[in-house]
């Protein structure tokens, strides 16, 4: 009996206990909302539009100029079609060329430079750094009327060489990264080296670049980025010769030509983004890692 009456009067006590537990999570669910409010929009914002490409490029003609969002039939052959009324391959194949040769290019050149800026002390250094600055600063629509000119003379009009080429002479954005992280490395590490008999190659090589992988990775992708996506140079120098085309003039001419078919064009466009958002995420860590890092040291 004593027993009983002592346990009755806590089994009411555990209501109040629920209630505090479900006003605790209400108010963490809360909290998460208004915390993460901005970045979800942000989220919805940005992912809409690929969500739209991608159900759109799944639809038939005709669903594809009614209001509807959700595709009745899901036609993948619209994919497979694109390869049938195009060179996509021809366009790829070109795109990757001038992409791949003028990332590589740009490392080649941009890195010693780079290295020269923030780790040699040389008369005319700073002004040389300024003029890197300069060289960011001013649109490449300048200098285009006397750089065309010149690959005209040289009989490189209608190729990509004239994009491709001029990666050899450094990218003013690249070295300006680059030596703003290369600022960040401890001097004691090359000192070392030296004291060890390296080289200045040697230690670049060994020492530097391991060290920098981060920043040579975000270069890399910026400038494989913006190759993919240029327009206005191939558009330029290559628009005469249809079998030198980028994506970027292929899917422009292809527009032009299905401007009814929107479920053609957009299956297009999904392609090829394809390539650039798998390269962003396979690289996305060293990427965040490689900006993130880089400081502005000067």
């Known amino acids: 009996m004593s027993t009983a009456l002592a346990t009755r009067p806590q089994a009411p006590a555990s209501r109040p206990r629920g209630r505090t537990a479900r ?3 209400g108010r963490r669910i809360l909290y998460w909302i208004a915390t993460h409010a901005l970045a979800v929009a942000l989220a919805i914002m940005f992912i809409g539009p690929l969500v739209f490409i991608a159900l759109t490029a799944l639809m038939t003609d005709q669903q594809a100029l009614t209001s509807q969002l959700w ?15 195009s060179p996509l391959l021809l366009w790829i194949g070109n795109t990757m060329l001038y992409a791949g040769l003028g990332t590589a290019f740009m490392l080649l050149s941009s890195i010693p430079v780079a290295y020269a800026l923030a780790r040699f002390r040389f008369p005319g250094r700073r002004a040389a750094f300024l003029a890197v600055i300069a060289m960011m600063m001013l649109p490449p629509q300048v200098v285009a009327v006397p750089v065309y000119l010149i690959w005209a003379r040289a009989e490189l009009t209608g190729t990509l060489w004239p994009l491709i080429l001029p990666m050899l002479l450094g990218d003013a954005f690249s070295i300006f990264l680059l030596r703003q992280f290369l600022l960040t490395i401890p001097r ?24 920098a992988r981060p920043a040579i990775a975000a270069v890399a992708l910026f400038q494989f980025f913006y190759c993919w996506n240029d327009y206005y140079g191939p558009l330029l120098y290559a ?37 650039v958002i798998v390269v962003f995420f396979l690289a996305q860590r060293v990427f965040i890692e490689g900006v993130t890092l880089t400081g502005v040291k000067g």
């Open 23 to 25: 006003r605790v999570r």
């Open 71 to 85: 595709p009745q039939s899901w036609n993948w052959g619209n994919f497979t079609e694109i390869f049938e009324r």
């Open 188 to 211: 004691d590490y090359t000192d070392a080296a030296r004291v060890d008999g390296c080289s200045d190659f040697t230690t670049l090589v060994r020492v530097v670049l391991p060290m």
């Open 239 to 275: 628009s005469t010769n249809l079998d030198n085309w980028t994506l970027s003039i292929g899917l422009a001419s292809f527009k032009a030509l299905h401007s009814v078919q929107w479920n053609l064009t957009m299956a297009a466009t999904l392609l090829v983004m394809a390539p």
